[in-house]
C-alpha cells in the first residue's frame, strides 16, 4: 500500500518522496519529506522548534536551528505561491512553524 498525504492540491507520496502540487513534481529529499509529512499530518497546529528537530534529526540541540529554517525556505520554494509571503507554511513567530 502507498502512502500519499493529499491536502489543497499538495501530494506526497511517502515511499517515493514525490511532491505533487498540480503545476509541478518535485523529488523531495528524506529530510525535506519528513518535515513536510509531520507538518501535513498536524494542519492548523503550531509545531515548535524544538518538536520539529526531535522528529526530523532526532536531536534535541536547539542551539542552531539554521538547519530547520533552510528546510522550510525549500519547502516554501515548492508549495508556496509566493514563498516571501507564504499562506500554507507560516511562521508562528518564537515558537515555530504551521501547515495551514
Not at 502507498?2 to 511532491?19: F, H, K, Y
Not at 513534481?25 to 494542519?43: G, Q
Not at 532526532?58 to 514563498?83: A, N
Request: charged content about 30%; overall charge positive; some cysteine.
Amino acid at each position: 500500500m502507498i502512502d500519499v498525504l493529499v491536502t489543497d492540491g499538495l501530494a506526497l507520496n511517502l515511499e517515493t518522496r514525490q511532491l505533487t502540487t498540480g503545476r509541478h513534481s518535485y523529488r523531495l529529499t528524506p529530510k525535506e519529506c519528513r518535515l513536510l509529512a509531520i507538518l501535513m499530518r498536524n494542519p492548523n497546529r503550531t509545531l515548535t522548534r524544538a518538536e520539529l528537530m526531535c522528529e526530523v534529526w532526532d536531536t534535541y540541540y536547539l542551539g542552531d536551528t539554521r538547519t530547520l529554517y533552510v528546510h522550510i525556505c525549500w519547502l516554501r520554494r515548492k508549495i508556496e505561491d509566493d514563498p516571501r509571503h507564504p499562506t500554507r507554511l507560516r511562521t508562528v513567530r518564537g515558537v515555530g512553524y504551521r501547515f495551514v
